[in-house]
Structure formats: C-alpha cells, structure tokens
C-alpha cells in the first residue's frame, strides 16, 4: 500500500505559484562595512535576486556580503552568533555569499521573511546593489480565495493576517513555520486543512497531505508518526504523539465531510482504523487513556502539564467525529465507534469528572487544575450547555490554572466555546488572543504568543521562534464560517 | 574595431574539458564540530560536489559546513579571519554553506586547491558525507600535450609541475592564478603563451587573448591596459604599465614567428604600432625611456627598484623582436623599427652602460645595481658574449644588488643566459630556483618564491599568495625548447 499512497500523494503535488515581489529601492553604493535593510511591506516565502553593478571600477576581488532574512524587525538587530537554545543554530536564516561576477545574482535557498539586512563584508571597489526582487512562492492561488467581508474592522484585520500565515505556509505540503521545518506534521495539517476549506479550498493539497502519512511507518503499538518528510524523498517520522495520531483519523473525517470524497475516505480509513485499535488497546482497566509517559502526547506547550485528561478527551473528540463521518458514508462501522464513545464517555464522567465541584481535577492528573483537561472534555462532549460554560469560565479564571499557551491550544479553547454556542466570547478570545499580534504589528500568526511575555519561546531562545506558523492559522476558519452561519440566518 | 576584435576573441573561446577526480575516502560519520581534509594529490581549478546522508536519524534542520579549500598543506591550519593584507579577503577560499536536503549537493563556485577542510559547524544529527568529486576544468586538452622526456629526473619533474601550473591557468583566458583573478594580464599572457607552444600548443587560446587586448582602451598617451576582463562582460582595465604594453607587441611577434599566422598579425599590428609610437614619444634628448613616474612600470616585485634601464632593455626587446617579425613578413616597416633600434642601442651604450666598469650603473637609476637592468640589457643586445656574461655573473653576486625577486623576472634572468649561450648555468639556475619548489613538495609552481624566506608576500599576508600562478610556467619552455634544440644537433 506504500507505494500506492506516495503515488496518490505524488499525483497530488501542488503547483507552487510565484510572486515577484520588487522592492521600492535605488541602486546603493556600497564599500565594506556598509549595511542596510530591505523592507517587503510583508511577510513572505521565496528566493532572493539582486544585481551587482560597481560606479567607477570594476570589482577586481569576489564581493562578500552577509545576508539576513528577519520574519520580524527585532531579529535585524539579533546578534544570531549569541544564539544559545536548543535547536539546531542552522536554522537562523543568515547567510555569508561571495560573489564572483557583476550582474544578476540569484540566491539559492528559500527563506521567510518581512525584512532582509544586508551587510557588505568585504569589496575591492565601490559596487552598487539593485533590482532586487523577492520571488514568493506558496501553492495558495490568489484567485481561488474565497471572497469575505466582515463588519467588524478587527476581525477583518484578523481574517486578512491569518490567510497571509496559511498562504506563506502553504507550499508543496502544508509546513508548519516556514522558517524552519518543511516537514508536514499532523497538528498543524489539522487546522491548516480546517482553515483551507474555507479560504483557498485546496483540496488536493489536503489529499496529497492525508496521503503522505498514510504511507508512513506506524511504531509497534500501531501509531502513525507526528510528521513526514516528503523532500527530496519520502521518510517516515521518528518521533509518535498519539494524539497527533488520533487527530490524524481526525483530519481525514474533516476532508470527507468537507467535500464528500468517498474514494480517498475510504482509500485512507485502513491507516485510521489502526490508530483506533492503537488507542483502544491501550485503555486501562477503568477504560481511560493509559499515559505511561507524558511525552508521547503533545496537547500543548505548557511546563508540567498533566495530560491523560486532555489526551482522553482527544480520543472521543476522535471518535464522535468518526462516528459520524461513518454514519454519514453509511458505512457499517459506525455503530461500533459510537459504542466506544459512550464506554469513553462513561468512563470520563467516572473516573475524570468531579461531579460535586464541577470540573476535571483528578487522580489521574494529580489534581491538577487545566484549562487543557476542560477544553478537551468538553470537546468531547463530557458536559456540555451551561454547566460546561461555567467549568470552563472557571478554569480560566482559576489563577492556579494551567493555561492555554500555543495558539494551536488556543484555536481548541475557542472551538470549545464555539462548541457552548458562546460565539460572542469565543470572537472576544480570538480578538484577545490573535488581535493583540495584530496590534502588534504582525504580518503573520506567530508561533508562540504570550502576551507580556515577548521573550517566550519553547527552545530557550527567542531568535529560533517561527513568526508565521501554521497552527496561529484559524482565526480565518472561526471568523469565515461564523460569518457563513450568520448570512444562512 | 573593437566590435571585431571582440568577434574574433568570442570566435576563439576555448571548450573547457572536465575531468572527475574522485576522492579516495569512505563515507564520513560527522558530527557538528568534526573536521577532516580532502587531499586531491595534486593540484586541480575546479568545482566540488558530495554527497549529504545520514545515518539513522533523517536530519531534521539544515545542515552548515565551512569549506576551505586549500593550494598548499599549510594554509589548512591558516586563520583566514586574520588576514590584514592588502588585497581583498573576499580572494581567501573558505566558504559557509547551508544544506537544506540530503543527496547530492554542488558548490557552485570555482576554487584551485590541492587540500579541502570540511569543518561541519552545525548539524542536527549524525550525517555522513560521500562521494567527494572535484570536477577540475582547463582549456589544456590533455591528449594535445606534446609528449617529452628529458633524462635528467630532475629537469623531468620540474617540467611536470611546470606543465600542470600552464594547465591550470588555461582557462577561458590564460588566467595569471587560479585562485584569485580570472582577468588576463600581459605579463603573464606573454609567458604562458611561449610554454604553451611546447607543450599544449592551444594556439586559438593565443588568438583569443592577443584580440582581447587588441580591443582594451589605450589611455592618453596610447598604452594598453595591463589587463582586461573577458567575463562575464569584456572589461578594459585601470591600470597601465609600459613594460606591459611593450610585451605586448612581443607576444604578438612571438604568435606569428611560432605560428606564420599572417592574418592575425595584421589584423593586430595597428594596436602594437600605437604602442611603439606612444613609447618613442616619450623618449628623452638622449634617446632614452623616460620615467617620470616608477608605478606605471612593473619589471619585477622588488622593493626600491630603480627601472629606467630595465624599461628601456624592454622597449630594445621590443624593437628587436618587432623587426625580426616584420622582415619575416617582408613588411615595409620593418626598416624603421631596425634603426630605432640602433638608435636606442645607441643611447643605452652611452648613457646607461659603463664601459669602464662593465655594468649598468648610471645617474637614471640613481646609480643602483640591479639583476634587472643587466638582465634586460642582455636582452636588448646592448651587450654580448664573454662581456655580457661577466657583467651579468658580477651582478648577480654583487651582495649590494638589487636580485629578481619573482618567477617572473627569474624567466628573464634565464632567458638572459640562455641568449649568451650559457645553457648549463641557465638549467642550474632553473634547478635551484624552481627545482627548490619542487623539492618543497609543489604540485603547481608559485606566485612568489624567495628561497629562505617562505613567508614573503607582495601583499602583507602569505595567505593571500597564489600557489599556482602562470609566470612561473616557462621551466617546461627553456627544458623544451633546449631539448628540441639538443635533438636537432
């Protein structure tokens, strides 16, 4: 079946539409030492060009400039050699190039960026640089946009930065920053393929997305890996989050409901299946998630999460959906994966609920209070209405609380208000959380946002962030379809 | 004119041949930090590729390498960011690239090298490197060489590196030194030109470079530059030194008596015309050069050089071979040129040469000593014989005299006793100088070589010296043509 998947995924590889973006700027004279940025008025994806000309004499030694590509004006002044976090420095998008000739030069390698510093390390003679010009690239089509207006200016702004972040994101898969890792990973591809549908709406990029992990290697216990690699070859990731895995079977329930293709549905329900009898196998004697570790489950970046709470919630979130989707095909599995959502349930209410003070501190997280265990139980339909609403409120409020801290967590917390039908305060979350990077200047959804904490980042250092991230996404989808609920009305 | 002699330099561009030197190493486990060095076994102008794996882990971030490429062992260990020198760092050859995808990876520049240093600065995981191959180019067609044997083993390997320091200069010009400039200089052209003849015998190359020159601009007083740029646009160059411009008529003789190609002659003689009519006008009342200024001549790399009687034995050199070549055309000219010659012989007796004394110390050089006048003297008849080789012997072991410092002018020195017959002493000479190289391990004869003084450098930092570099070529001339001479008898 291998073989079969990469040739789905293959047919499916996008066209990459480029942009030429051209930068408002004079030829400059330039000697050694001199430095200066270029602005792209927006966050993009592509591959620098220039010219090298010279005034008076021509350069008689190769030309040594430092280029920078900045997602961000405080990375212009970052001094990248300090970098001091845990991934790999490489990624901090800087590069040393020697120029042997006058003439147009063409940078090889793609880069993210808003703003591009260039320093002249080294020239024989007084050179000139000019026409520069940013060739973006993504496999969004422009035209293929769907139409949308709001009323409300800041949710507008908010729709128009979140379809930049997709667009920028959107490449021969769906990347999760495109900084850094070109690899394709399950979370991201959730909510990129959510927002997808209802701004470019390209399906076959979702399909050759689905298809990619249908044909990587599950580990012992069944489940898929976290990502993909898909170029310059396929390789199967290495490292298994089940609830990646869960959301997975997830994903391809969206794409089906979505768009009503049986023959990929079903093409790709063997590899979701197995992800189903993975979980399944593994429930313990009281029939919740078994989580022996804490670091086979992603749910969020947040220092000493406990985790079995939100994970169970994942997993009947996994099978509500399926079960639909099923019931929807009217295949004849469907009754089985309702069954198991009522066990889950059952077993959720028992062993995860506290009836009595109506939240989800537990045993099996320690007693620990989350923002996390309460979004994913009431994703999964544990309590609902009301009491639901005051469960969450009160989570939120609780300054014992663990919060949401990505805004992948986000995006859950907002799709379980939108879920209690509390659209008023979920948009005021969106315009909370997603505004307050408008505010700031943002072209694209950041990575990690806390707000007042500029400083944050999950690899010790700042510098290595991604300023445009797939999963800061889907205030486009929240904002689109509430708009397309609105004018049905 | 320039159109056409631009024409006929573009009709003549050589085809450079590729050759695959493959590196004997296995494949590389590499870490970041790790270093190791390529040795090519000889010295090659080229491009490198390889191979990036890796070996369990696919590595999930660019991987970045420094690459140094080195023309001798000592450079490997050489700190390149402490060079001061004069000329432009950007001619130091270390490189830092970054590897997006595993598989094949071409560097795109050309670098001379003997030895490459890959430093891996940054990788993610455990990555292996292979399949080194330095694909090296030269316009010398290796099946075109003249084939020779001399039994003396020593004359032999001096021949050997002398031959692979032409080929690799021959490029889409003959080039002065790989590993810097790739413009055509006169001084070198004129060397490389005469050992091409006895050896790849590339005879359009020739042609490309005397058309080339022929469409420089001459400044205002009629000289050629010292050199042009040929890519990727035809340059004329700043810089103009007489001695120059006058071996440039002489490479031009040196074309039509090697090859009786009367047409390019012709096509090129009112360019060299302009340059013996530019000189003559600057002839003092005594009939000698004048100098006003010392940086318009070059003659040789020594410090505090007084050049007048140097230069006026070039433009003698000049007007000898001049005539010659016009006579063996029947050209009306050549008549002139004789009896300038007489004249300026004439002017050289009386005011450079001491009779008395037999040397050429006289008021124009301040009275200094110098190898260089007595060498270019020689070389303008001005002496003969017995006489010649006294004056020149005395000088040479004068320890007040100024000596030749570079290959360059060591090939006049040689050519100066070859001229008074004494070919014993000019191949002991060629032993000890160049033989020296040999005996160091070079693979390529160098820029600059001053036996006892391995550090010395024209531009403040041994780093910068080429180690292959065209004007120390003509071993494998004087071995030849002494050679085919021998045969002969």
Redesign the interface.
């Known amino acids: 079946m291998k073989t079969y998947y990469l040739q789905k995924a293959e047919k499916n590889l996008p066209t990459l539409h480029a942009e030429n973006v051209r930068i408002a700027s004079e030829a400059r004279e330039l000697h050694s030492g001199d430095s200066f940025v270029l602005d792209l008025e927006s966050h993009y994806v592509g591959y620098l060009s220039f010219v090298l000309g010279y005034t008076n004499?021509?350069p008689?030694?190769?030309?040594?400039l430092c280029v920078k590509f900045c997602e961000c004006r405080d990375e212009l002044d970052a001094n990248f050699s300090s970098y001091r976090g845990s991934?790999?420095?490489?990624?901090l998008q800087e590069?040393?190039v020697?120029i042997?000739?006058?003439?147009a030069y063409n940078m090889?390698?793609?880069y993210a960026a808003r703003y591009i510093k260039i320093t002249v390390?080294?020239?024989?003679q007084t050179i000139t640089l000019s026409d520069f010009v940013f060739t973006a690239v993504t496999s969004a089509d422009k035209y293929g946009l769907a139409q949308f207006e709001v009323d409300d200016p800041e949710l507008q702004a908010i729709d128009r930065v979140a379809v930049n972040t997709l667009k920028n994101c959107m490449q021969r898969v769906f990347e999760d920053g495109p900084k850094?890792?070109?690899?394709l990973w399950i979370g991201d591809l959730r909510l990129e393929a959510l927002t997808n549908y209802y701004t470019y709406g390209h399906l076959a990029l979702v399909r050759r997305c689905l298809y990619l992990f249908a044909a990587a290697d599950c580990n012992d216990r069944g489940y898929l890996p976290g990502y993909v690699?898909e170029?310059?070859?396929f390789?199967s990731g290495?490292w298994f989050l089940r609830d990646y895995a869960l959301l997975f079977v997830v994903t391809l329930c969206d794409y089906y409901l979505h768009t009503g293709d049986e023959q990929t549905f079903l093409d790709i329900y063997p590899v979701a299946k197995r992800q189903m009898v993975a979980i399944r196998s593994e429930l313990d004697a009281n029939g919740i998630v078994a989580t022996r570790e804490n670091d086979d489950i992603f749910i969020d970046w947040c220092e000493g999460l406990r985790k079995t709470t939100a994970l169970h919630g994942v997993y009947l979130y996994t099978l509500d959906i399926l079960s639909q989707t099923l019931t929807a095909l009217g295949h004849g599995d469907a009754g089985a994966y309702q069954a198991l959502y009522e066990d889950a349930k059952n077993a959720a209410l028992r062993y995860l609920y506290n009836a009595d003070e109506n939240n989800f501190v537990n045993a099996y997280d320690g007693y620990q209070v989350s923002v996390h265990s309460a979004v994913w139980m009431i994703l999964g339909g544990v309590v609902e209405g009301l009491r639901a609403w005051e469960l969450l409120r009160k989570t939120m409020r609780n300054p014992d609380s663990k919060k949401a801290v990505t805004p992948y967590m986000n995006h859950y917390l907002v799709e379980a208000m939108m879920k209690l039908g509390k659209r008023e305060e979920a948009m005021e979350h969106v315009k909370r959380f997603w505004g307050a990077m408008v505010a700031e200047g943002a072209d694209t959804f950041y990575e990690v946002f806390v707000p007042g904490q500029p400083e944050v980042s999950p690899y010790g250092d700042k510098m290595m962030n991604s300023m445009c991230h797939a999963w800061s996404c889907t205030p486009a989808y929240f904002i689109r379809k509430e708009c397309q609920k609105n004018r049905r009305k």
């Open positions: 004499i021509y008689d030694a190769p030309v040594r991934l790999c420095p490489s990624w590069e040393i020697n042997d000739s006058v003439g090889p390698r793609r390390l080294f020239t024989p850094r890792d070109r690899r690699y170029n310059p070859a390789v290495y």
